[in-house]
T-cell receptor, first 109, second 116 residues
Framework: DAKTTQPPSMDCAEGRAANLPCNHS???????VYWYRQIHSQGPQYIIHGLKNNETNEMASLIITEDRKSSTLILPHATLRDTAVYYC??????????FGQGTRLTINP | NAGVTQTPKFQVLKTGQSMTLQCAQD?????MYWYRQDPGMGLRLIYY???????DKGEVPNGYNVSRLNKREFSLRLESAAPSQTSVYFC???????????????FGQGTRLTVV
């Protein structure tokens, strides 16, 4: 599996867009980029995933660079409930799901 | 639709005792996973099952055994609990697309285990 690098922590003001970066410079052509988050001590929650095109759903947008070596998760209007640890994961096919350390995002009022 | 159900939610064991953590999913998913999460740390994969009848070691399998009883159930057993196994345990499952890639994973609410 390709490794990912995320900043350990970030802050964002409530109502602003939160942009969470992820580097995956060794990603291979058939590996997808997945984002999950974990709020407090709950089980992780799926947010979004993509292969090479930008993706958007009701929770977030995922921007993947053209060379696929990095991506950004965008929460367009962050709320206090978005405070969580965000995990960026790359995996292909039916590979097992392995988490890194993630980014602890704090939304400030 | 319950999703992924873990039992028990809380457990206290004495060192050397054994126990089995149960996990069941009702989404007809092929893949199931067991993770542990120590305080302030990320999730670490203990064991993984890509399909009924198959299991594979993850990052931290020592001290654990698993059983994929059927497509719905994936249990984790501690044969002789140690204080180092005090942790929160999460079970997860994911399905398979027509292209044989995994769908997103769904997680249970966790089992909080303390070994004294």
């Amino acid at each position: 599996d390709a490794k990912t690098t995320q900043p350990p922590s970030m802050d964002c003001a409530e109502g602003r867009a939160a942009n969470l970066p992820c580097n995956h410079s060794t990603i291979s052509g058939n590996e997808y980029v997945y984002w999950y988050r974990q709020i407090h001590s709950q089980g992780p929650q799926y947010i979004i995933h993509g292969l090479k095109n930008n993706e958007t759903n009701e929770m977030a947008s995922l921007i993947i660079t053209e060379d696929r070596k990095s991506s950004t998760l965008i929460l367009p209007h962050a709320t206090l409930r978005d405070t969580a640890v965000y995990y960026c994961i790359v995996r292909r096919g039916a590979q097992k799901l392995v988490f890194g350390q993630g980014t602890r995002l704090t939304i400030n009022p | 639709n319950a999703g992924v159900t873990q039992t028990p939610k809380f457990q206290v064991l004495k060192t050397g005792q054994s126990m089995t953590l149960q996990c069941a999913q009702d989404m007809n998913h092929n893949s199931m996973y067991w993770y542990r999460q120590d305080p302030g740390m990320g999730l670490r994969l203990i064991y993984y099952s890509a399909s009924e009848g198959t299991t594979d070691k993850g990052e931290v399998p020592n001290g654990y055994n698993v059983s994929r009883l059927n497509k719905r159930e994936f249990s984790l057993r501690l044969e002789s609990a140690a204080p180092s196994q005090t942790s929160v345990y999460f079970c997860a499952s994911s399905g398979r697309t027509e292209q044989l890639t995994n769908t997103e994973a769904f997680f249970g609410q966790g089992t909080r285990l303390t070994v004294v």
